[in-house]
């Protein structure tokens, strides 16, 4: 039996039990070392289509791309948060985040044409018509 556990110091040459006070310290705020490089993603059925949801918190609709390419659907995001109008001198810590990430999906049984995209408040909403069972009916190649 195999069991996913987050490994929360996996950026650290050191065990936990051995960090120090300042170690501590000049840790990151808020949870930032726990971001990861990807984002996440959820996709329901719902009959006729597929609704995909990506959260994609503080990314501007500009720095989104969705590409469809052969049946492999592509969402990409670029985000950075960089301020440097608002830096101040003699700060101790100053944590930006900027990055890039991406996520494929393999498209079956959907109309890549008729994909429609909305981003709002963080979240891209992709819906994906399904094809109907009678659009894909075999079809019959003659032997000559």
Known sequence: MSTLIPYRYRN?????????FMDDFFRPFFGLDNFTSTFSVDVKDEGDKYVLEADLPGVK?????VDVNDGV?????????EKKENRQHGYV???????????????ENVKED???AEY???????????????????????IQ
């Open 12 to 20: 650290q040459l050191t065990r936990p039990e051995t960090t120090s």
């Open 61 to 65: 609709r500009e720095d989104v791309n």
């Open 73 to 81: 659907l592509t969402i990409s995001a670029e985000w950075n948060t």
């Open 93 to 107: 810590i100053n944590e930006r985040r900027s990055g890039r990430a991406s996520r494929s999906f393999t498209l």
């Open 114 to 116: 008729e994909i429609s």
């Open 120 to 142: 709002k408040d963080g979240v891209l909403r992709l819906t994906m018509p399904k094809i109907n069972e009678t659009e894909k009916s075999p079809r019959r190649i003659e």
